[in-house]
């Protein structure tokens, strides 16, 4: 008999395997193909990766370890979880305020970038991106963004799609997506790696990803590198509270966190190490920026034996990575709205749905009829994107580390993260406070402020 919807458990993970697909899902996205490979390609190369790493594990990590824990312990979306953990002070649930304006405004721009990559892939298929010469790939990109039509109907293409998985649920939508896609994307990534290896200009390519050049790193370089580690990790604005509230009280939450943020890690190196030796080979420039996927990635391959079923199922990859991630960043407005004021999820998908057109659209128009509006010197695009990963993330992981460290408290996080007692884990928690009270909030606050030019 169907239980009657007032006392219907609430939808969650069913296993552990499926916990670690949906968050790892989570964090590989468009930041692993797209963000890391550019931003490494333009900040001098393994010098960024060392501080893009150092933020992992001084803010990224402990912040994503804090989050998880909180979602768990109050079963509830990015706002209420504050209201739930802290009754006596309402203004904690600005944070999940501000998680659930950040998830509308990274998918502003990020259904953006996934609408050209689900275009890329009918356009490598059918043959018209591949060129081996840039200038072709270049025009090819060009047009598509500047056509107002195609750019938002991409989006809206990837908007109901990633609706359509929302709306089938936690465990039956978003843990068996994810368990089903994640394979498939390594299996992809590494077949583009080993053939990428093989070219020769592999050892200059990965020459170019492991040797360090400090001489770039700047204070806004640094709070790049701080951004990306948010960013990848999706911690800072609500991801990782929603989804902690669908993890299983027997779940070991510190450990979870780490093995995501290593395979993360990975996938991010793996995908250098089939950009870079590929851009070297054909005598591309690694300081292509975000066009990187988008121009050189065709150009590249396309010169290469089989390169069009290579083009094909890069892209293939980038939709499958994006879907994960996107899927995460919309169930925290539809979980805040599920819970809060009891609509569907049909309903509460339709409504984020329909409001992330109306604002992704502003994002999809900035190569068009919007180009020229700018605010602070940046497209809609370009603003919603620095906005999140250089401010609202940092700001919002600074927080989070503040509520836990000052407020919540160490005998919380102990009985949170050990399971009630459940775990012998003593010394991780002790790391893992003494981070998140000290050493994560002065590490971002300083960051914030240099790369903000404050101090
Ligand atoms: N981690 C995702 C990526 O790298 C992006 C993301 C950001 C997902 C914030 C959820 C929340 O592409």
């Not at 919002?396 to 160490?410: S, T, Y």
């Amino acid at each position: 008999m169907e239980t009657p919807k007032a006392v219907k458990a609430r939808d969650s993970f069913t296993t552990g395997l499926g916990v670690i697909a949906a968050t790892l899902g989570s964090a590989v996205g468009l930041g692993n193909i797209w963000k890391f490979p550019a931003l490494t390609g333009l900040n001098g190369g393994a010098a960024f990766i060392v501080v893009y790493l150092l933020s992992t594990l001084m803010a990224g990590l402990p912040v994503m370890i804090a989050e998880l824990m909180l979602g768990r312990r109050s079963k509830s979306d990015a706002l209420t979880t504050f209201r739930v953990l802290h009754p006596e002070r309402e203004s904690w649930s600005l944070i999940g305020a501000a998680g659930v304006l950040s998830a509308f405004l990274i998918l502003a721009f990020y259904t953006e970038v996934a609408g050209w990559v689900f275009a890329y892939i009918f356009k490598a298929a059918s043959g018209s991106i591949l060129s081996a010469d840039p200038k072709v790939t270049s025009a090819a990109f060009a047009k598509l963004i500047a056509d107002p039509v195609q750019s938002v109907f991409w989006q809206c293409v990837v908007i109901a799609f990633v609706g359509a998985i929302i709306v089938m649920g936690v465990s039956k939508g978003i843990e068996k997506t994810t368990k089903r896609l994640m394979p498939v994307l390594f299996l992809i990534l590494v077949m583009i790696g080993v053939r990428s290896l093989m070219l020769p200009g592999a050892a200059q390519g990965l020459d170019f990803l492991f040797r360090p050049d400090f001489s770039k790193v700047t204070g806004a370089v640094v709070l790049t590198a701080m951004g990306l580690a948010f960013f990848k990790l999706s911690v800072g604005m609500g991801t990782m509270i929603t989804y902690g509230s669908y993890f299983r009280n027997d779940q070991n939450v510190p450990m979870t966190a780490l093995r995501v943020m290593l395979a993360d890690l990975t996938v991010s190196i793996l995908a250098g190490v089939a950009i870079f030796p590929a851009v070297f080979t054909f005598g591309f420039k690694p300081e292509a920026g975000p066009s990187l996927l988008f121009i050189t990635i065709p150009a590249v391959f396309s010169q290469m034996p089989f390169g069009n079923v290579f083009v094909v199922l890069f892209f293939v990859l980038g939709a499958i990575a994006s879907t994960g991630a996107m899927l995460s960043i919309m169930e925290v407005p539809v979980a805040y709205l599920h819970q809060r004021f009891g609509v569907s999820r049909f309903n509460a998908t339709a409504a984020t749905g329909i409001l992330l057109a109306l604002i992704g659209s502003t994002a999809a128009l900035s190569n068009s009829v919007l180009a020229e509006f700018k605010l602070f010197g940046m497209t809609m695009f370009d603003l919603y994107d620095f906005l999140t990963s250089n401010l609202l993330m940092p700001v919002g992981g600074l927080f989070i580390c503040i509520f836990v460290g000052w407020v919540w408290g160490e005998k919380q996080v102990r009985a949170a993260l050990s399971n009630d007692g459940q775990l012998q884990n003593g010394a991780v928690i002790r790391i893992f406070f003494f981070i998140v009270r000290y050493v994560a909030p002065v590490t971002i606050g300083v960051i914030l402020l240099r790369g903000l030019k404050i101090i």
